[in-house]
């Protein structure tokens, strides 16, 4: 289907029927969750006591690690997999363990870098601050959303991606 086609005028013939896997739903089952089952779920992430510091030290070497290989990378996708990998799982995790700061800056520096054609010396410094902030924040225990340093801080992040957004824009790198 082209772009300028509308869906109701499709050939049918020229549709491609793709089966979805069922191997997860044969695994897990179908139907409803119990409540009980989710309520005590959720009791456990609500009273989880776990210190998120020694669970993000991996991801956060692995970040430092992209960072200093960066010149030995073949290709932009592979600088940007290498960056962009840890800090997603920063933010999955972070806000299991009430990081919602954590995982506030992590999505604003991801949503920066999924704009990135190609990076340059700025944005892998905007990496290497969050990676520092992030370190701060766990020292700290900086949970929740960090009061009004936190919002201050997503404001920072916010403003210095967006201001180097525009400047890889206008040399056509975003």
Do not use: W
């Amino acid at each position: 289907m082209t772009e300028a086609q509308e869906p109701s005028k499709v050939n049918r013939k020229d549709v491609k029927k793709i089966e979805a896997d069922k191997k997860l739903q044969q695994r897990v089952g179908t139907g409803k969750i119990d409540e009980q089952v989710v309520e005590k779920a959720q009791k456990v992430i609500d009273t989880n006591q776990v210190d998120f510091g020694p669970l993000a030290k991996p991801f956060l070497d692995e970040l430092k690690m992209a960072l200093e290989t960066v010149d030995e990378k073949e290709t932009t996708k592979e600088i940007m997999e290498s960056i962009s990998m840890p800090i997603m799982n920063l933010k999955a995790n972070a806000g299991t363990f009430k990081f919602e700061l954590i995982s506030g800056l992590t999505g604003t520096v991801l949503n920066f870098l999924e704009n990135i054609k190609e990076p340059d010396k700025k944005v892998y410094q905007i990496v290497d601050l969050l990676t520092k902030t992030i370190q701060l924040i766990l020292a700290y225990k900086m949970t929740g959303d960090g009061g009004a340093n936190g919002k201050a801080l997503m404001a920072a992040f916010a403003e210095v991606c967006q201001k180097t957004h525009m400047r890889l824009a206008e040399k056509g790198n975003a």
